[in-house]
Every structure is written in C-alpha cells, then in structure tokens.
Nanobody, 119 residues
Framework: QVQLVESGGGLVQAGGSLRLSCAASGSISSRDVMGWYRQAPGKQRELVATITTGGNTNNADSVKGRFTISRDNAKNTVYLQMNSLKPEDTAIYYC?????????????WGQGTQVTVSS
C-alpha cells in the first residue's frame, strides 16, 4: 500500500510561483514513477510531469520551460516548481505514483491540492 500527501497549493497572481510537494509513504520501490496531474473545472485530468528514481523526466508541452519536477528519493518526495503561472494553470493538482508490476501495475493518488492563478 502507498499513501500520498500533497501540499503547497494556494492562490497566486499571474506571473507568480508556487512549489508543490508530495510525500509518499508505504511500499515504495526504486522502480516507481512519480508525477503530477491536474484537473481544471470541466476538463479531463491531464499529465503535467513525471519523474523516475533515476531522474528521467517527462513534461507536458503546456508547462515546458515554466514547471520543473524533481524528486528526493531519500525522502520519497516529489516536487513541482511552478513559475510564470498563468490563469489557465488553475486546477486541482494531484500527485501520482505508478507502481510497476508484472501482474498488477497500480496507480496511487493523493487527495489533490488547489492551485488558483488570478489574472
């Protein structure tokens, strides 16, 4: 079992910055991939960025150059540094952990943290 707890959301003005944190606990493996997704009102949940234990990252085109994902393996924590925020970034941000398994790959989700960017 894995539990994820997000923090760092809030209200900022356009052009501002926020850093989200996600602490994972439980059965964490070096093969697990962690990342961030977001869901805006009336829209599907979408990928923001992912990162492996080895530091390989994947970012959505909409956030490239503005957001940076990082990972502290010793703390089982992933971060999302968000700069140059835009009103369109407003969404609930969810931490995700994908557990690789031959028989039962599993996704775990945090409770979400609200990010609101005012114009």
């Amino acid at each position: 079992q894995v539990q994820l707890v997000e923090s760092g959301g809030g209200l900022v003005q356009a052009g501002g910055s926020l850093r989200l944190s996600c602490a994972a606990s439980g059965s964490i493996s070096s093969r697990d991939v962690m990342g961030w997704y977001r869901q805006a009102p009336g829209k599907q949940r979408e990928l923001v960025a992912t990162i492996t234990t080895g530091g390989n990252t994947n970012n959505a085109d909409s956030v490239k150059g503005r957001f940076t994902i990082s990972r502290d393996n010793a703390k089982n924590t992933v971060y999302l540094q968000m700069n140059s925020l835009k009103p369109e970034d407003t969404a609930i941000y969810y931490c995700n952990l994908h557990k690789v398994s031959f028989f039962r790959p599993t996704d775990y989700w945090g409770q979400g943290t609200q990010v609101t960017v005012s114009s």
